[in-house]
T-cell receptor, first 113, second 107 residues
Framework: DGGITQSPKYLFRKEGQNVTLSCEQN?????MYWYRQDPGQGLRLIYY???????QKGDIAEGYSVSREKKESFPLTVTSAQKNPTAFYLC????????????FGPGTRLTVT | GIQVEQSPPDLILQEGANSTLRCNFS?????LQWFHQNPWGQLINLFY???GTKQNGRLSATTVATERYSLLYISSSQTTDSGVYFC?????????FGAGTTVTVRA
């Protein structure tokens, strides 16, 4: 089955630690995205990547980093510089970064205490 | 970026009722999507509808791009329709999301 997987589903970390969230897709999509969702709100774009070895900042990139070494993988690192890291993180992909339909993974809930 | 406003913020329905959710956006868009977020947080694609009308079972959507709004219709609602419905408009390189409409369908 084609789709997007994210792991882990739940993640707990202590303040000051970096943490990496995994996102993998087997849809052969060129573009991948990371979004953050806070309770009662819509999604906000953190980073996106159009092709391998290229990525761009979204609206709230501060305190996050990404890499795109393989077409199917787009991991997100939440660094200790992110002031409010506790949130629900969603990964998405699409054929391209134009007005193509985006599809989402199941998400990772990160709690930092 | 594009501003997206959804209304109403909350909607409580009796099973079997019909409803309309509205999405207004501030500028011309190349793409508009409707999603349903289930209780586990998964975003399910409902419609990709830059313009026109589409139907999928009990759900249908209409986007009037020239007037900058889209409507999602739920007919004969069921308890499984509960959840948060988001619309998202693509423009200025990214997909911008509204704050969502929380739908509760009571048996």
């Amino acid at each position: 089955d084609g789709g997007i997987t994210q792991s882990p589903k739940y993640l707990f970390r202590k303040e000051g630690q970096n943490v990496t969230l995994s996102c993998e897709q087997n849809l052969n999509h060129d573009a991948m995205y990371w979004y953050r969702q806070d309770p009662g709100q819509g999604l906000r774009l953190i980073y996106y990547s159009q092709i391998v070895n290229d990525f761009q900042k979204g609206d709230i990139a501060e305190g996050y980093s990404v890499s795109r070494e393989k077409k199917e993988s787009f991991p997100l690192t939440v660094t200790s510089a992110q002031k409010n890291p506790t949130a629900f993180y969603l990964c998405a992909s699409s054929h391209g970064t134009g007005s193509y339909e985006q599809y989402f993974g199941p998400g990772t809930r990160l709690t930092v205490t | 970026g594009i501003q997206v406003e959804q209304s109403p913020p909350d909607l409580i329905l009796q099973e079997g009722a019909n409803s309309t959710l509205r999405c207004n956006f501030s500028d011309s868009v190349n793409n508009l999507q409707w999603f349903h977020q289930n209780p586990w947080g998964q975003l399910i694609n409902l419609f990709y509808i830059p313009s026109g009308t589409k139907q999928n079972g009990r759900l249908s959507a209409t986007t009037v791009a020239t007037e900058r709004y889209s409507l999602l219709y739920i007919s004969s609602s069921q308890t499984t329709d509960s959840g948060v419905y988001f619309c998202a408009a693509f423009g200025d390189y990214k997909l911008s999301f509204g704050a969502g409409t929380t739908v509760t369908v009571r048996a």
